[in-house]
């Protein structure tokens, strides 16, 4: 069965610097990795989407890279500002199960920027 | 404006008395599925479904029923709620028709069951 870790659980920053935020997978055998952002009492909003044959993702100041041999996934946030602070959560889509339509999801890594 | 829309957000009820926790979107999308979020647990997949009238149980679907009638509509079906089931739902639509493209979400539907 896939399981999905994030460490730290929760991480707080001083404005400006750049950080990484780590996703580790038990079973290699994956169709996708995403990354998600979710803010206090709000849904879950995309920001990367990796395909099992890509190694990397970019968009802005966010990249995601995925090493499949190793499980794990990154997620570097460059220069950092306060409205980078929410939880940020990993979801990897298991070939095992048969279906790429049952993800699992980390429990996430509670991010704050300050000022 | 694309979007997932589940309604209530809140709801407060008491054990036994059946509920139903609508989603819809409009971006026709083929892919719909629903999570409970729990602390410590993260988001859990209860049922998910593929397109009209397909649906397959997730990682959580004792005590939920689901229906898929229409594209757009996937609603959530509690026949007799239990505390056990007082939970943050989130509904979320794909175009693909696995989860493999970028999943949409709704708000989230805050349940408590007494």
């Known amino acids: 069965k896939q399981e999905v870790t994030q460490i730290p659980a929760a991480l707080s920053v001083p404005e400006g610097e750049n950080l990484v935020l780590n996703c580790s997978f038990t079973?290699?055998?994956?169709?996708?990795l995403q990354w998600f952002r979710q803010d206090p009492g709000k849904g879950l909003t995309s920001l990367l989407l990796?395909?099992?044959?890509?190694r990397e993702q970019t968009s802005g100041r966010l990249n995601a890279s995925l090493d499949k041999s190793s499980g794990r996934s990154t997620l570097y946030i460059a220069a950092s500002q306060p409205g980078d602070s929410a939880t940020y959560l990993c979801?990897?889509?298991?070939?095992?199960?048969?279906?790429?339509?049952?993800?699992?999801f980390g429990t996430g890594t509670r991010l704050q920027v300050t000022l | 404006e694309a979007q997932v829309t589940q309604n209530p957000r809140y709801l407060i009820t008491v054990t036994g008395k059946k509920l139903t926790v609508t989603c819809s979107q409009n971006?026709?999308?083929?892919?719909m599925s629903w999570y409970r979020q729990d602390p410590g647990l993260g988001l859990r997949q209860i049922y998910y479904?593929?397109?009209?009238?397909?649906?397959d149980k997730g990682d959580v679907p004792e005590g939920y029923k689901v229906s898929r009638k229409e594209k757009r509509n996937f609603p959530l079906i509690l026949e007799s709620p239990s505390p056990n089931q007082t939970s943050l739902y989130f509904c979320?639509?794909?175009?693909?028709?696995?989860?493999?493209?970028?999943?949409?979400f709704g708000e989230g539907s805050r349940l408590t069951v007494l």
């Open positions: 979320a639509s794909s175009s693909r028709t696995d989860a493999a493209g970028e999943l949409f």
């Open positions: 079973d290699s055998a994956i169709y996708n």
């Open positions: 990796i395909q099992s044959s890509q």
């Open positions: 979801a990897v889509g298991s070939i095992n199960t048969g279906t790429a339509s049952k993800l699992t």
């Open positions: 971006m026709n999308h083929e892919y």
């Open positions: 479904s593929m397109n009209v009238e397909v649906t």
